[in-house]
């Protein structure tokens, strides 16, 4: 079973629908994020997690919300989805106590039609 | 925010060749960490190699090897032998204490036999 575990990896919405994009992990890390990768921008902060009481926004976070339910799961929501908001996102996790990088889930393609 | 440049949007090498990704960063933090990932076709985030900024020696995993220029807030990957299943986006990566971890645009990466 994978680290880190996102849900859908694939989903076609319509614009104005609400939208949630699932994260688990096993990893036991306290920090939880979720990234945008549009092509030729790199990958983009939306929201990050440093504990389940503690959420922060991140560069593009306008039109997104999250939700950390748990220390292992944090959600992402596009309360009324809109084009520009397909992209490929990512949820990552980390631990600065042993800092080896973030570990990625395996992305959720989300188009908006 | 910390920046990181990726000024090669794409580089093409020879099957057993040597390669060089660049990557500069700006930052006034003196302690941080710095990382290469790779994304195959498959959008998988490889970590492929990382460097502690208190660490003068340059990091090698393998084939891959970075040059760390601290003063020059420099950090270039160097892939030697190069092999077609090298061939993909690669990220350099930065990340500090406080915040997540900030990605440049990305250099795609052609192998050709």
């Known amino acids: 079973d994978a680290d880190v575990t996102q849900t859908p990896r694939n989903r076609i919405t319509k614009t104005g629908k609400r939208i949630m994009l699932e994260c688990s992990q096993t990893?036991?890390?306290?920090?939880m994020y979720w990234y945008r990768q549009d092509p030729g921008l790199g990958l983009r902060l939306i929201y990050y997690?440093?504990?389940?009481?503690?959420?922060n926004k991140g560069e593009i976070s306008d039109g997104y919300s999250v939700s950390r339910q748990a220390q292992a799961k944090f959600s992402l929501s596009l309360e009324s989805a809109i084009p520009n908001q397909t992209a490929l996102y990512f949820c990552?996790?980390?631990?600065?106590?042993?800092?080896?990088?973030?570990?990625f889930g395996q992305g959720t393609r989300l188009t908006v039609v | 925010a910390q920046t990181v440049t990726q000024s090669q949007p794409e580089m093409s090498v020879q099957e057993a060749e040597t390669v060089t990704l660049s990557c500069t960063y700006d930052t006034s933090e003196s302690d941080y960490y710095l990382f290469w990932y790779k994304q195959p076709p498959s959008r998988q985030m490889i970590l492929v190699i990382r460097q502690e900024a208190y660490k003068q020696q340059n990091a090698t995993e393998n084939r891959f090897s970075v040059n760390f220029q601290k003063a020059a807030k420099s950090f270039s990957l160097k892939i030697s032998d190069s092999q077609l299943g090298d061939a993909a986006m690669y990220f350099c990566a930065f990340l500090d204490s406080g915040y997540a971890l900030n990605f440049g645009k990305g250099t795609s990466l052609l192998v050709t036999p």
């Open positions: 990893k036991g890390h306290d920090r």
């Open positions: 997690s440093f504990d389940v009481k503690d959420i």
């Open positions: 990552a996790t980390s631990d600065l106590g042993t800092p080896g990088g973030a570990f």
